[in-house]
């Protein structure tokens, strides 16, 4: 057998075995690193400058094989991610429901119909509604859809392949690294750093609109470019080729009344998820409330909502109730049987068992540290190391900091269970609020996740339009470095308020 033959090609291990190997590790350092303990205030937080050692609680292999157990359900000193997984489920469920109905495909294609004549304005409409996907519910793979579909449409027209892909890749991934509300990026950081969903939403939204439209005007321009020359396209030796295999075909049919109705029950969820996170009473604002009071005062229909919290007080336990009761409301408005709405929900909860089950084993590593009493001295080390450290070269360390870790893990899930426990507190330190740091791991880990060939999403979009990864980088280069500047100057501005 030949040396070659003899070598195996290097295989990223999955989210699951790097977070099993931190685990472990994790434990030995139990062992070397000094047990410790800070003072919390009534918030929860650790108090700087209240530090002290305490007698050692090294863990052991039943400890480690407990830990992503405790990580899911919870034990005395680490809450467990069982709300969280359990809203994923939920939502897995709601988008399974969803796209049965086909009014997602289904609206896209009728988007493109109605500007038939006036393609180039599809870029911005279609790259905001990409985007907006990616913002709320972390949309990525269901995209693979969409690319037969809008690849001949932008051929036909003057643009090319190279365009397509990056409208629906470009347009969901910006949206996922600007995510507001995305209960896989946004949802797991915030809970396992002690906060509301809804902190920093307003950063978030900035970060929305900066980042889009920076990446609208970049696949305009360079859409416009290939619209005047065609041989300034990067993959202009495909132009002929392109021609005949991706043939436009024709447009499904317009959407049905009950698709629109689908489609706008979908799109209310989100819009209920947001406003129902935003804490109105610290704002002043006290108009859900009295809605909430006015309900309750009615006589029978307020026996039905006697137990019901006013918009701005939810959490994931009522959030994952609003996905459960508006898929059942989109299976009954479409007139879906039982047994095909259930075979439905059931089928999207289980593409999201993955996800929910990483937060248990990522939340497990906080159980090891917590338990082995050691998160304290690490943040003591970081307290003191951090001492007359600028808030603004904090947050930019841990943007660079998350570049290389997104790499590492992948899964947003995985990276934010894994290390928001640590971060959290420590920008807490130094004066930069937790959900600062959170927007700078969503933005460092949505920028690799542009360019990485360890994503399946880049991958398969890039094999269906037949691009190879290297013109993929040339055409990307110039806007993830545009990115990455424009996220570290956002970020140092908003530690400025």
């Known amino acids: 057998m030949s040396e070659s033959s003899k070598r195996r090609h290097f295989k990223m291990p999955s989210s699951f075995t790097v977070l099993y190997i931190l685990i472990v590790l994790l434990a030995i350092l139990t062992w070397i690193i000094p047990a410790g303990q800070y003072q919390v205030n009534d918030a929860g937080q650790y108090i700087a400058g209240t530090y002290e050692v305490v007698n050692s609680n090294a863990q052991g292999l039943y400890d480690i094989l407990m830990a992503p157990i405790h990580g899911l359900i919870g034990n005395d000193l680490t809450d467990g991610a069982i709300q969280v997984a359990f809203f994923i489920l939920m939502v897995g469920g709601f988008l399974g429901v969803v796209n049965k109905t086909g009014a997602l495909d289904q609206g896209i294609a009728s988007v493109i119909k109605k500007n038939k004549g006036n393609e180039r304005i599809l870029i911005p409409i279609l790259m905001i ?10 949309m990525a793979e269901e995209t693979v859809a969409f690319y037969p579909l809008i690849i001949p449409v932008m051929v036909s027209v003057g643009f090319d392949k190279l ?3 990056a409208i ?7 949206g996922c690294l600007a995510s507001t509300v995305n209960p896989f990026a946004t949802g797991v950081a915030s809970d396992t750093a002690g906060i509301s969903i809804a902190d ?3 950063w978030r939204l900035i970060f929305f609109v900066v980042m889009m439209a920076i ?7 360079y859409a416009r470019k290939i619209e005047k020359d065609p041989s300034q396209s990067l993959v202009y030796q495909d132009y002929a080729s392109d021609m005949e295999e991706f043939k436009v075909k024709e447009q499904p049919s317009t959407m049905t009344s009950k698709q629109k109705a689908v489609l706008s029950l979908f799109m209310l969820t989100f819009i209920i998820m947001i406003v129902s996170l935003i804490p109105w009473p610290d704002f002043g604002v006290t108009i859900f409330e009295d809605i909430n009071n006015f309900l309750l005062g009615l006589p029978v229909i307020g026996g039905l909502f006697q137990h019901a919290d006013p918009l701005g007080t939810w959490y994931f336990k009522e959030i994952t109730m609003l996905f459960m009761a508006m898929s059942i409301l989109i299976a009954f408005v479409y007139g879906m049987s039982e047994d095909e709405f259930l075979k439905e929900f059931m089928a999207g909860s289980c593409d999201m068992i993955t996800v929910a089950l990483v937060c248990g084993v990522s939340r497990g590593i906080q159980v090891i540290m917590n338990d082995g009493m050691i998160t304290a001295t690490v943040l003591h080390w970081g307290e003191v190391g951090l001492q007359g450290l600028s808030e603004q070269l904090f947050i930019l360390l841990t943007y660079i900091f998350y570049l290389p870790m997104s790499f590492l893990i992948p899964g947003t899930s995985s990276l934010a269970g894994a290390t928001m426990g640590l971060l959290a507190p420590l920008g807490e330190f130094v004066g930069v609020a937790s959900h600062l ?3 700078a791991f969503q933005a460092a880990s949505g920028v690799l996740n542009l360019i990485t060939p360890t994503s399946a999403i880049i991958m398969g979009a890039l094999s269906i339009a037949k691009i190879d990864l290297a013109t993929w980088w040339k055409f990307m280069a110039k806007l993830v470095a545009a990115i990455i500047v424009l996220s570290a100057a956002i970020l140092v501005i908003a530690t400025y308020f």
């Open 129 to 138: 509604l990409f985007g907006l996907g990616g913002s709320t519910y972390g």
């Open 168 to 174: 629906v890749l470009v347009g969901s991934q910006v």
């Open 200 to 202: 920093g939403i307003v």
């Open 215 to 221: 990446s609208i005007v970049y696949v305009y321009r």
């Open 437 to 439: 740091v959170i927007t």
């Open 163 to 165: 365009t397509a892909v």
